[in-house]
T-cell receptor, first 118, second 109 residues
Framework: DTGVSQDPRHKITKRGQNVTFRCDPI?????LYWYRQTLGQGPEFLTYFQNEAQLEKSRLLSDRFSAERPKGSFSTLEIQRTEQGDSAMYLC????????????????FGDGTRLSIL | AQRVTQPEKLLSVFKGAPVELKCNYS??????LFWYVQYSRQRLQLLLRHISRESIKGFTADLNKGETSFHLKKPFAQEEDSAMYYCALSVGSSYKLIFGSGTRLLVRP
């Protein structure tokens, strides 16, 4: 298992364009998270999937952002009509099923997709 | 409010010196805390979690609910410990992580 995989690693686009990122979690991990990280800050939570269901979205996730996990495996994050403020590192993380009494399994992160808006 | 504070952006020590990276949290529920580390050109990875009460790479962290702190400590720093360290609080039914802004540890020879 190569861990969480994200594609592309870098994306440069013009303001107003749409972009889509992909995340392949560790196989059999049922939980998937998207975070955004800007310079000098820690990652900030965007959204959470359990299997194919999107169960939580941050207020940071404006209407221009949409995420899917259609078959409970890979996930996509789309940003429509990109703005300068969307420039950031977008991180995906996954975690596995509960083990015994411990429902909170550690999250494993991908390398991220760095988005630059011109 | 749910918040994690790491007051130091940069901590510079000499090899062999003790290290303490500070982390304070604000959370009304029962906290579950983690330390993540990011080495140069590598992905964010879990270093340790408070419920495990284990030592990883010589690092330990004790949850102090009275002081709402989860400081990371190592008695003798090594050059390979140089990295970015993030304290994180897991909250809610999603177990989403709330991160501090990170502390860069620089261990000088």
């Amino acid at each position: 298992d190569t861990g969480v995989s994200q594609d592309p690693r870098h994306k440069i686009t013009k303001r107003g364009q749409n972009v889509t990122f992909r995340c392949d979690p560790i196989s059999e991990h049922n939980r998937l998270y998207w975070y955004r990280q800007t310079l000098g800050q820690g990652p900030e939570f965007l959204t959470y999937f359990q299997n194919e269901a999107q169960l939580e979205k941050s207020r940071l996730l404006s209407d221009r952002f949409s995420a899917e996990r259609p078959k409970g495996s890979f996930s996509t994050l789309e940003i429509q009509r990109t703005e300068q403020g969307d420039s950031a590192m977008y991180l995906c993380a996954s975690s596995g099923r509960s083990r015994g009494l411990n429902n909170n399994q550690p999250q494993h992160f991908g390398d991220g997709t760095r988005l630059s808006i011109l | 409010a749910q918040r994690v504070t790491q007051p130091e952006k940069l901590l510079s020590v000499f090899k062999g010196a003790p290290v303490e990276l500070k982390c304070n949290y604000s959370y009304s529920g029962s906290p579950e805390l983690f330390w993540y580390v990011q080495y140069s050109r590598q992905r964010l990875q879990l270093l340790l979690r408070h419920i495990s009460r284990e030592s990883i790479k010589g690092f330990t962290a004790d949850l102090n609910k009275g002081e709402t702190s989860f400081h990371l400590k190592k008695p003798f720093a090594q050059e390979e410990d140089s990295a970015m360290y993030y304290c994180a609080l897991s909250v809610g039914s999603s177990y989403k992580l709330i991160f501090g802004s990170g502390t860069r540890l620089l261990v000088r020879p």
